[in-house]
């Protein structure tokens, strides 16, 4: 269904117009519903890109994607375990979200692991094991 975002020059409002088809499209004088207003630009909405599988995990295997990785700041390791989590297309359920949240906040790794000792165990190990934070 053909949605068109605009626009509107004059009173600088956002607005979202629907046609039932493109002929119906063509033939329009879309005109801003605050101002009633003629004068409106086209906007360009949000675009997704599909990407199979094998792109994703092309994506999350290369390496420039750990570009701004900081290791020892809670905040990047965050940020970057969200972005991976995103590129995945995986629900990692809530205590992925949880630890994600609480480094995001700046919480030091070591202490998210303590007041959580059970992190992880389902994997075969815990925290504490080899793999470690970033393994998680």
């Avoid at 519903?33 to 994703?56: D, F, P, Q, W, Y």
């Avoid at 570009?67 to 905040?75: A, F, M, S, Y």
């Avoid at 979200?97 to 202490?111: I, K, N, Y």
């Amino acid at each position: 269904m053909p949605f068109y975002g605009y626009r509107c020059r004059d009173c600088g409002r956002k607005l979202t117009l629907f046609f039932e088809s493109y002929a119906a499209y063509d033939k329009a004088a879309p005109a801003c519903a605050h101002c009633a207003s003629s004068n409106l630009v086209e906007t360009i909405g949000r675009v997704a890109v599909a990407k199979s599988e094998e792109a994703r995990l092309d994506s999350l295997a290369d390496p420039s994607v750990l570009g701004d990785l900081d290791e020892n700041d809670p905040k990047s390791l965050g940020r970057w375990m969200r972005t991976m989590s995103q590129e995945s297309g995986e629900d990692l359920g809530p205590e992925f979200e949880e630890v994600v949240g609480r480094l995001e906040a700046g919480e030091d790794p070591e202490s998210i692991e303590e007041s959580m000792p059970d992190l992880g165990s389902d994997m075969g190990g815990g925290m504490g094991s080899d793999m470690g934070m970033v393994g998680f």
